[in-house]
């Protein structure tokens, strides 16, 4: 594997509809027309039917290809916010990134979410206004949207010569040269600037060599000194520029008809750094700190970035090498299990189709068939040099449904799981409160999407419902009473007598039992059985059956017989006198609150805030953020469930949002009477035992 390969690993993001994976086509087709379909259709990379169907991408798609030597790997990415967590897996493992911009649409709200995604991953980021020939194409408003919806300063590299069914070719700025569209696709004829773009061209190429010799010392020195920057030495400090995140350097294309596509290529060769530059740092066996160069030469590491399981093909794995070199009949380690994984072939990806390789090294993307059991995030290293990669971050799923199998949960489970190990930011939990079977995910696209696969792939079909808030019941004064079990069927008896007082505890506290038996009217054996008893019946509670929470239990005086007397008697005693006594000590429904994090566009915040006054929601703060405003509120679990569609709806699908248990609250009497009657109508409240 020669040292001086050039390859650039990078990710294509942007918001659905900007034409990414329409790019990524047709960059295969620059680069490789015979590989590429017809008129660059984008249905060899959305293969899948759920994608077909919805006309967008769903998961990380690989493409690879070579152009006058050098090697690309572009990973196509969703744009849909529900999927945006792939973007991030995608971030990850790649060394930068291209956000693609409708020319047509300019920077709209949805380009903020990926924007901020790619803003925290750090990675160097080139803008690509694309779609110049649509007949609405518009590229200096799109220009000045950049700067006005992204709060980023854009840097053109090149002007449109023209635009939409006008459009005739690009001006280099860093060369001041023009290149004019051919009838062939691809093919461009280099001309002078026309005359009637020289002194735009001139403004923006002004505006191109401050950027990028501010982001360079040694550049603002020369440029001070009115020395002219070579070609070479603009790229320089237009990549520090990006590197640091400082502005947006922004190039064009339309990808239809080839414009654009060689500049793309060159700039970000010229602008995005390679995978030589990157520092792999893990962890070894041990948890110790462990870095290797990202050479060819040295321990191999590559990571998963993507998993699929085929009832076909099994298992296949998609993973970037960071370092090393990976050849045929390679033994790895997966750190994570300690299980040694051989490689017999690898492939590299051709849309939905493979193509084998005979070695990889460092920023390489290579597809692995029938591993033993690895999943999205884990690393493969060598064996003799264990290192493992930092793993994914765990997603926020806010949203999540109760899942009812038509064939019995236990196999749409196992289904699930399987589509989980694909896909780990779906989570599928039992809701300890209620047994119900939760599907997790990022949206509620994400979920139908799901399921769609899951009768696709596994021939199980299951309904989604709202979940049931996990209630729960309290007091709110003390109380007691006695609990006296007395039962005569002829030989030994039963008997236990517990006399037991409730008091509240403040909220979070849980269950308390304190012994106050004083003289032995209850002998030592049975106290923990009165206990016992209190513990079994607080699983009901006496206003709609839900687990009763934060209150003390005094065992406080009893009786016994010598012979009747058992662990079982006491244990009824002590649930008796519970059940008399919590009914006296003024119970309350307790609901979860859960806190939400809202990160909306400025305009939309009016709506939002009326919208969470109408969920009973309380506001906690508002901060400003780079793109938006960012609100935080506490809202009752059975109020937010709706919340993904309905913020979608309400920010034209810009606002996003984080959603984690915080508390309980009481639930307002008028609608804790409506959950009372209709869980006392379903049979789920229990009497009190005479």
Known sequence: MPNDRVIRTFAIVGADGSGKTALVENLLRFADPKRASAEGSTSRLD?????????FTLSIHPESFEHEGRTFHALDCPGFAAFLTEVEWALQVTDGAVLALSAAEGAHNHAERAFDVLSESGRPTIGLIGRLDHEQADFLKTLTDIESSLKVKAVPLVLPIGQGTRLKGLVDLVTMRAELVDKTFGKETEVEIPPELKAEAEAYRTTLLEAAA??????????????????????????????????????????????????????VV??????ESRIVKGKDLGGHE??????????FAAQVFRTSIDHFAGRVDYARILSG???????????????????????????????????????????????????????????????????????????????HSKGGDDKAAAALHKLVEEDPSLELVRSPETG??????????????????????????????????????????????????????GG?????????ELSPKPRGE???????????????????????????????????????????????????????????????????AFKKAVHEARPILLEPIMRLEIRVPEEYVGAVMGDLNSRRARVQGMEPVARGVLVRALCPHAEAMSYDADLRSLTQGAGYFTMEPSHYDPVPPHIAQKIIEKRRAEGKVKGVEE
Do not use: W
């Not at 462990?290 to 321990?299: K, S």
């Not at 590299?348 to 390789?357: I, K, L, N, W």
């Not at 939760?438 to 021939?459: D, F, P, S, W």
């Not at 009763?548 to 010598?562: P, Q």
């Open 47 to 55: 293969a899948e039917p759920e994608e077909k169907k919805r006309n």
């Open 214 to 267: 501010e982001a360079d010392d040694a550049l603002l020195g020369k440029y001070l000194d009115g020395e002219p920057l070579t070609p070479e030495e603009i790229y320089r400090g237009v990549a520090a520029g990006a590197a640091a995140q400082r502005f947006l350097p922004v190039t064009c294309s339309a990808a239809k008809l080839g414009v654009g596509l060689r500049e793309l290529l060159d700039i």
């Open 270 to 275: 010229k602008v995005l750094p390679g995978p």
């Open 290 to 299: 462990v870095t290797v160069p990202a050479t060819p030469e040295a321990p």
């Open 325 to 403: 070199t990976l050849r045929h009949d390679a033994l790895l380690m997966n750190p994570r299990t300690r299980v040694e994984e051989r490689v017999g072939h690898f492939y590299r990806t051709d849309g939905a189709q493979t193509s084998e390789v005979a070695e990889a090294g460092p920023g390489d993307i290579v597809v692995l068939l029938k591993l033993k059991d690895a999943r999205t995030g884990d690393t493969l290293c060598d064996r003799d040099h264990p290192l493992a990669l930092p793993e994914f971050r765990p997603p926020n799923r806010p949203v999540a449904y109760a899942m």
């Open 436 to 489: 119900e079977m939760l599907l997790k995910g990022m949206g509620q696209a994400h979920i139908e999407v799901t399921v769609e696969r899951l009768k696709r792939k596994h021939q199980v079909e299951v309904t989604l419902a709202t979940p049931t808030p996990a209630y729960l019941e309290t007091i709110t004064a003390p109380a007691k009473a006695q609990g006296k079990f007395k039962r005569q069927t």
């Open 492 to 500: 030994h008896g039963q008997y236990g007598d517990a006399h037991v």
């Open 510 to 576: 849980g269950f308390e039992f304190e012994d106050a038996i004083v003289g032995g009217v209850i002998p030592r054996q049975f106290i923990p059985s009165v206990e016992k008893g209190i513990r079994n019946s607080i699983g009901s509670g006496p206003l709609a059956g839900y687990p009763v929470v934060d209150f003390k239990a005094k065992l406080t005086f009893g009786s016994y017989h010598d012979v009747d007397s058992s662990d079982m008697a006491f244990q009824v005693a002590g649930s008796m």
